[in-house]
Structure formats: C-alpha cells, structure tokens
C-alpha cells in the first residue's frame, strides 16, 4: 500500500504541471482566472531560472503557445518556459481590457486598469512565485495584440519579446514602435504575422510596420514577419507560433548538421573559440545560463580531429571540465591530446585519471581501463570475466593510481536525458571493447537534441527518432 501511494504521488508531482487560479486584482476591481504552466523539470532544478510568456486571450491561445513550447523544448530547440494564460471571454471582458484612446492611441479607463494588472499585479505576483528569467514575451492576437504593443512605449519596456498575429494597430504604432526599436541597447525579440484572409485595414497598416520594421539597422534588434496565404484570420495560428519562437531561438539549438558543414568543419583552427563564443553569444542573448552540450562538445571533437588540429583538445578538455566537473570528459580529451601526439606515457596516465570519474555518455570506466593499457602496451581485462581467470598476472585490470592533483573525487552520477540520441558516435580510430563504441573521426551525419542539464551520450549532431 505504501509503493502504491509513493507512485500515486510522484506521479502527480511529474504532471502536475498546469494549474488555474483565480488572481484577486485591486486594480481592476474583480477576480481574473489565469493558466499556468511551469517545466516538468522545475523542481528539480532549484537554481535555474526560466523565461516567462504572458499569453492574452488565453482561452484559445494558451494551449497552441504551450504545446509549442513544450514540443520545440522537448528537443532542446527552446529553454523551457513558464507559460501564463489570461482568461479574457470569461464574461466578455475583452474588448473592455483593450479600451484605447482613438486619438492618442494609449490605453484610457478600462484598458488602462487592465494595462496596470499585468505590469504592476501580475508580473510582481509572478516574480516572487516563481524563478523567472529577464527574457519575458507578450503574445496576441488581433485588438489584444495591438494593445500589448503599447508597452513598448515605456522608456524600459517590461517585455523584450513580441508575438503580434494579425494585430489592430493604435493609433500612430506604425510611427512609434519603429523609433522606439531603432535605439533598444538589448536583445529583444519582435514577431508580426498577418493573412490574406485579414481584413484589409488590418493588412495595410501591417504592411507599412512591416516597411519600417525591416529597415531598422540595429544588431539588438532581432525581427521576423509572415505573410500567410490561404489563411483566415485565425487558421494561421498554428503555423505563426512554431514559426516565431523557432526564429527567435535559432542560435539556442543544438549544433546542427548544416552548422557543423558549413561553419566548424572547414576552419582550420578555433574550433574550441566558436563554441565558447556561441554559447557566450547564447547566455547574453537570452539572460539564460546554458551548460554546453555533450553533443556540442563531440562536433568539435570531431572537427579537431579532421583537421588534426591536436592542440586544441586541450582548450576543449579546460571547457570541460568547467561544464562536466565531476565526469570523465575533461581527462578523456586531455589523454585523446596525448594519443594523437603518441606521447602514450600521458596519454596512459590522463585516461588513468578519467578512470577515476562519473562515466558520462559512452565514456565508461571500462574504455578507460582499456586505453589505459593500449597506451601502455599490455591487454586490459574486464575483473570477474572468465577470460580474467585464466589471464597469466602481467594482464592488467582497473587502474588503481590515485586521481592527479588538478581533478576532483568521483560524485554520484548525474541524472541522464530521457531523449538519448541512438547513433553511431565519432572518435580517433583506435582499438575497441566489443561492448563498447569509441567515436571516430568521421563527420556529424544529424542533428540530435539533448539537454542542457543533464549529461547526454556525446555524440555528433544527430536527430533522434521518436
């Protein structure tokens, strides 16, 4: 009985990850039902912050922005997100929560009560519940979509990331909003879709943000438009929403098969740069800490190992065991150094030392006790097979020399990817284990996803079958 309500238990914590709640609000005088949404792994980690989605009109637009999210984060194409949902057609209050001055183009009485709810209640309220990143995106539709663009017109707009489908533009927008852009100082996201299908007034002053929109020169300034065609105003939805968040986090992905081809694989040198600059470049970007990627950290293996650019294995080999402190990596590129220089005396004794680690991906203790041995010439067998029995004493088994002053003792394993990439992996070509693959040197052949918490089997950019 006691299993059975553990398992009960768990198993609502793990999908336990909607919820609804009625926010008391003074400034709008009423109780308004909001949906939220918070990453299946947000307990697990306590020190991580999320991006956060203020989704208007959410009683039709919170499940497409959800599953979205939840389906490009499953891939590790999106961070996860904290996704928040305000009911407005509950009792038709949304046209009074959008009330706009025709000739300011600014929010008056009730739009004004409503603008002040979510920048001065909710955002605070959301703020103190729960970690949220900088990174906060607004996302409309229609005559709520223009109003979210009104708070672009504070000197430090609250949300840096816009999602306007098919918006009813206030007044002078089509002025204001490119001027305030073309001096932004940060990274800030701006998404504009419409459809043949929108009426014409709609598609008009769409047009001339777009004109202006894309003539802004600004590097901070990251903007994408859609013009959808065979589509009403509300059958293009599930199209523009993939379509926004896909542009705005390209560079957060996994190193793609393309990436690999035509930007690592034909520099000569700086392989171990461009990874740290990209995910410099990803961290800056996002106001996300993003651990970089096994897989990652494979595609550039493989690149040194093509151009036989060696050195650089060790400048991959401080990465990371900055990234993976208490696993085998760093000690595995570093003995890989050795190896390929056929300075065996060291290479023998950097993989001695990664013995000494948590086993990450394919790298095992056993690969390590094996190298170890193939470096120094003799045969490494497995303690406790039947071969071992019957081996004369010189046969060597575990490593038992202690760790080198520069690496930390062994800690717990780390949990592992529920997406583990099922591909053939890539090192230099040595002798290997009949139970295990060491990667050669040939090139990524896919794009595989893994997760930026957790370590993953390393491997080049791969994509996983689900």
Known sequence: MKSILILIFCSISLFAQRSVEKFKSEKLGTTREISISIPQTYAFNPNKGYPLAIVLDGDYLFDPVVGTINYGSYFDNFPEMIIVGITQNEVEEREDDVEMSLEEGLPIENGAKFFEFISEELLPYLGKKYRISPMKFIVGHEITAGFATTYLYKENPIFNGYISLSPTLPFEATTRIPEMLKSITKPFFFYLANADGDSEDIQKSIKELDDKLKAISNPNFNYKFDDFKGEDHNSYILKALPSAFYSFFDIYKPISIAEYKDKIEIMTDGHVDYLAKRYEKINTKFGIKVTIRVNDFKAIEAAILKNKTYFELEKLSVIARKNYPKTMLADYELALMYEKKNDNKRAAKSYQDAYQFQEIGDLTKDMMAEKTA????????????????????????????????????????????????????????????????????????????????????????????K
């Open 374 to 465: 193939e470096m120094r010439g003799t045969t490494y067998v497995k303690p406790g097979t039947e071969a071992a029995k019957d081996d004369p004493p010189t046969t060597e088994t575990t490593p038992t020399t202690e760790a080198s002053p520069n690496t930390e003792a062994p800690a717990t394993a780390e949990p592992t990817s529920t997406n583990p990439p099922s591909t053939t992996e890539a090192t230099p070509a040595t002798p290997t284990p009949p139970t295990t693959e060491t990667p050669a040197t040939t090139e990524p052949t896919t794009n595989p996803p893994a997760t930026t918490e957790t370590p993953v089997a390393p491997v080049t950019p791969t994509t996983p079958e």
